[in-house]
T-cell receptor, first 112, second 118 residues
């Protein structure tokens, strides 16, 4: 079973900020939180990864509270091309790698 | 980010034939690679974990004799679908794991292979 829970779908408009929250109540001490974006018939694309507090890169920000039981992906000023499925994943720690179990993801629809 | 190349992107084959899919990490070495399959409108399902130089670890319910995985080098893993049947038609995606400077692991995914078995 996936270790995360996130909304099935979200709607937004161009230029708005979109925040997608993910719950991971059973996150383990060694687990990182990673977000991916997937377009139809393509492999997932890495967006951002964090362990605690806030992480920001050129495309998104990731907010992680102190208890790490949830995280929020923030997409500033979305465009139509941001319409995609967004997956929140918590790595399942193994020796030397982390196995990912994909949940249903959040289907984001950006309208004009 | 790191680049993972997957080939072919699309293949059509006759029932009973075997199909090989290649997954390459182009700019980093990957001790561990993963193979997923995805049906329309569904999420990715992990099939197996591939470790360089050792046997792959298959998820429950995945037939290891049907989905042969070879990870002969730190940059190449292959998935062979043996004696393919129409029910094997799906979208197959590979990923390669890279360790970050902060100790995390990031999986970078290939573009996927659409397999259609007639």
């Amino acid at each position: 079973l996936a270790k995360t829970t996130q909304p099935i779908s979200m709607d937004s408009y161009e230029g708005q900020e979109v925040n997608i929250t993910c719950s991971h109540n059973n996150i383990a001490t060694n687990d990182y939180i990673t977000w991916y974006q997937q377009f139809p018939s393509q492999g997932p694309r890495f967006i951002i990864q964090g362990y605690k507090t806030k992480v920001t890169n050129e495309v998104a920000s990731l907010f992680i509270p102190a208890d790490r039981k949830s995280s929020t992906l923030s997409l500033p000023r979305v465009s139509l091309s941001d319409t995609a499925v967004y997956y929140c994943l918590v790595g399942e720690e193994n020796t030397g790698f982390q196995k990912l179990v994909f949940g249903t993801g959040t289907r984001l629809l950006v309208s004009p | 980010g790191a680049v993972v190349s997957q080939h072919p992107s699309w293949v059509i084959c006759k029932s009973g034939t075997s199909v090989k899919i290649e997954c390459r990490s182009l700019d980093f070495q990957a001790t561990t690679m993963f193979w997923y399959r995805q049906f329309p409108k569904q999420s990715l399902m992990l099939m197996a974990t591939s470790n360089e130089g050792s046997k792959a670890t298959y998820e429950q319910g995945v037939e290891k004799d049907k989905f042969l995985i070879n990870h002969a080098s730190l940059t190449l893993s292959t998935l062979t679908v043996t004696s393919a049947h129409p029910e094997d038609s799906s979208f197959y995606i590979c990923s390669a794991s890279e360790i970050t400077s902060s100790g995390g692991h990031i999986q970078y995914f290939g573009a996927g292979t659409r397999l259609s078995v007639l």
